[in-house]
């Protein structure tokens, strides 16, 4: 990785007219600066790319799209990145000032790393602003993550706007998002990346995730049955390309995601369902979290309260 790395920050706009100009207003406050900006519209409707159209600076690339997904309009924005680091950026999200900054120290400290990614805020229209807590296996110093599975169990550590990818990883063309999914489309992308590279990852809190937006995804999906994305991670495991050494913590994940399923599904009030996944085998790999589930399903069953 070159000292002075040249950025290319991605950013997905659907109909995020009132905020995507503070979004790209964060990218150009950045300490260190960004060689390009480029703006992929998905079918707007609220007039978001006129908005983009009307900032004068030639860093920003507006390219637009028939509406097509998050995905399709990141893997449009990585084919015209030409920067040595690609960011991805929400349009409704924001960096703070030395985002940029803390990347190129990380890559100057783990040039090797396929993935950088610092901490990130919570933050809600009212003010309110929340740090997403992380195991303490990432606290103080910066850190590179070989294991990345065994931490994401333990606490989900970065998000698609805290972090950035070295442009190589691409070169790969089935380093992509997949297309047609609204959730999990990026957590299947990490995954696939830190089963070949390590992830370096800076604790400090550098980049605000809006919460209180309406329709986002994050905000209205149901996890009622297994993502994609771990369905993916499953065949990946039966088929060996996991390496060897995150094998026991990937499968542990995949447990605790089919369980956290079988929770959703109790909360909506399917009993019958939360316990098929529950007592599947591939919940084994998390034995103690297997055994709650179960616990609390028995006592939903049973009229016992309500589960913890």
Same mark, same amino acid.
């Given at each position: 990785m070159t000292r002075t790395p040249k950025f290319s920050v991605v950013i997905p706009l659907y109909n995020k007219s009132a905020f995507v100009v503070e979004a790209i207003a964060s990218v150009?406050?950045?300490i260190y600066p960004v060689t390009e900006i480029i703006v992929i519209d998905d079918g707007s409707t609220d007039g978001g790319a006129e908005r983009v159209e009307a900032i004068a600076d030639p860093r920003i690339s507006l390219y637009r799209q028939a509406n097509a997904g998050v995905s399709v309009a990141r893997n449009r924005g990585i084919e015209a990145a030409c920067g040595d680091l690609v960011c991805f950026l929400d349009a409704d999200d924001r960096y703070l000032p030395g985002f940029l900054q803390a990347i190129v120290d990380l890559a100057d400290s783990f040039p090797g790393a396929?993935?950088?990614a610092t901490g990130y805020f919570r933050f809600w229209a009212d003010g309110r602003r929340r740090v997403i807590p992380v195991s303490p296996a990432l606290r103080g110093r910066d850190k590179l993550v070989k294991d990345f599975y065994a931490v994401w169990c333990k606490s989900p550590f970065l998000y698609t706007v805290s972090l950035a990818i070295r442009r190589e990883v691409f070169t790969d063309g089935e380093m992509r998002f997949p297309p047609g999914e609204r959730l999990g489309e990026d957590q299947d992308l990490w995954f696939r990346i830190a089963e070949r590279y390590a992830i370096a990852y800076a604790e400090s809190p550098l980049v605000e995730y809006r919460m209180d937006v309406y329709g986002s995804a994050?905000?209205?999906g149901k996890v009622l049955d297994v993502l994609p994305c771990y369905r993916r991670l499953e065949e990946r495991l039966a088929a060996g390309v996991v390496p060897h050494a995150m094998r026991r913590s990937a499968r542990k994940l995949l447990a605790s995601h089919l369980l956290d399923v079988a929770r959703f599904r109790l909360g909506e009030g399917d009993v019958r369902g939360g316990w098929n996944l529950a007592a599947d085998n591939r919940t084994g790999g998390n034995p103690l979290y297997r055994?709650?589930?179960?616990? *609390?399903?028995?006592?939903? *069953?049973?009229g016992f309260g309500r589960a913890r």
């Amino acid at each position: 990785m070159t000292r002075t790395p040249k950025f290319s920050v991605v950013i997905p706009l659907y109909n995020k007219s009132a905020f995507v100009v503070e979004a790209i207003a964060s990218v150009q406050a950045q300490i260190y600066p960004v060689t390009e900006i480029i703006v992929i519209d998905d079918g707007s409707t609220d007039g978001g790319a006129e908005r983009v159209e009307a900032i004068a600076d030639p860093r920003i690339s507006l390219y637009r799209q028939a509406n097509a997904g998050v995905s399709v309009a990141r893997n449009r924005g990585i084919e015209a990145a030409c920067g040595d680091l690609v960011c991805f950026l929400d349009a409704d999200d924001r960096y703070l000032p030395g985002f940029l900054q803390a990347i190129v120290d990380l890559a100057d400290s783990f040039p090797g790393a396929g993935m950088y990614a610092t901490g990130y805020f919570r933050f809600w229209a009212d003010g309110r602003r929340r740090v997403i807590p992380v195991s303490p296996a990432l606290r103080g110093r910066d850190k590179l993550v070989k294991d990345f599975y065994a931490v994401w169990c333990k606490s989900p550590f970065l998000y698609t706007v805290s972090l950035a990818i070295r442009r190589e990883v691409f070169t790969d063309g089935e380093m992509r998002f997949p297309p047609g999914e609204r959730l999990g489309e990026d957590q299947d992308l990490w995954f696939r990346i830190a089963e070949r590279y390590a992830i370096a990852y800076a604790e400090s809190p550098l980049v605000e995730y809006r919460m209180d937006v309406y329709g986002s995804a994050t905000q209205t999906g149901k996890v009622l049955d297994v993502l994609p994305c771990y369905r993916r991670l499953e065949e990946r495991l039966a088929a060996g390309v996991v390496p060897h050494a995150m094998r026991r913590s990937a499968r542990k994940l995949l447990a605790s995601h089919l369980l956290d399923v079988a929770r959703f599904r109790l909360g909506e009030g399917d009993v019958r369902g939360g316990w098929n996944l529950a007592a599947d085998n591939r919940t084994g790999g998390n034995p103690l979290y297997r055994l709650r589930t179960i616990g *609390a399903l028995c006592c939903a *069953a049973f009229g016992f309260g309500r589960a913890r």
